[in-house]
T-cell receptor, first 108, second 114 residues
Framework: TQLLEQSPQFLSIQEGENLTVYCNSS?????LQWYRQEPGEGPVLLVT?????EVKKLKRLTFQFGDARKDSSLHITAAQPGDTGLYLC????????FGKGTRLSVIA | NAGVTQTPKFQVLKTGQSMTLQCAQD?????MYWYRQDPGMGLRLIYY???????DKGEVPNGYNVSRLNKREFSLRLESAAPSQTSVYFC????FGGGGYEQYFGPGTRLTVT
């Protein structure tokens, strides 16, 4: 059973468009993390959200943790080709539990 | 401060050959991990070490062994490689940072078994 479901699995958009990707679970997590993995590289931590309802912004990226701490979303405003990559969410278990990711392609 | 380093970056093996993937971290982290990543399967945990001297199986441990040599180093060994072990292997370490429990990944080893 996959603890963390990410959607959509694939997303291809034009430069300048907005997008939202989702990470959902039936389990409650004490915190949730988002990673970005560029082609040929290892995943890199973007943000950790800890409090239910928390919203964090990282330039054009906005991360939200659901009130019940079972889900999270990542919204990108005015996507750029440099945003292309695999976006992974991970829930705070020991060890971390990863979703399968959303593969984003931003076309110039 | 190099973070997490892995060697080699690329490797081709024949079925039945053995090899060891090396991983080292310089962040003084207690916990270290080995994952494999396959298309459509996400990151799957092979083994992890919560602290020096301990190792535990993850989701897909069959065909692999690990050694936590010291706090810095965590190696992954394939005793008899099989084509099903063709994958990208990532080592990671974790510790508490400003954002809580943070995990850092190495650049990966791309392994092909023919």
């Amino acid at each position: 059973t996959q603890l963390l479901e990410q959607s959509p699995q694939f997303l291809s958009i034009q430069e300048g468009e907005n997008l939202t990707v989702y990470c959902n679970s039936s389990s409650v997590f004490s915190s949730l993390q988002w990673y970005r993995q560029e082609p040929g590289e290892g995943p890199v931590l973007l943000v950790t959200v800890v409090t239910g309802g928390e919203v964090k912004k990282l330039k054009r990226l906005t991360f939200q943790f659901g009130d019940a701490r079972k889900d999270s979303s990542l919204h990108i405003t005015a996507a750029q080709p440099g945003d292309t990559g695999l976006y992974l969410c991970a829930g705070a278990y020991t060890p971390l539990v990863f979703g399968k990711g959303t593969r984003l392609s931003v076309i110039a | 401060n190099a973070g997490v380093t892995q060697t080699p970056k690329f490797q081709v093996l024949k079925t039945g050959q053995s090899m060891t993937l090396q991983c080292a971290q310089d962040m003084n982290h207690n916990s270290m991990y080995w994952y494999r990543q396959d298309p459509g399967m996400g990151l799957r945990l092979i083994y992890y070490s919560a602290s020096e001297g301990t190792t535990d199986k993850g989701e897909v441990p069959n065909g692999y062994n690990v050694s936590r040599l010291n706090k810095r180093e965590f190696s992954l060994r394939l005793e008899s490689a099989a084509p099903s072990q063709t994958s990208v292997y990532f080592c990671a370490s974790s510790g508490f940072g400003g954002g809580g429990y943070e995990q850092y990944f190495g650049p990966g080893t791309r392994l092909t078994v023919t």
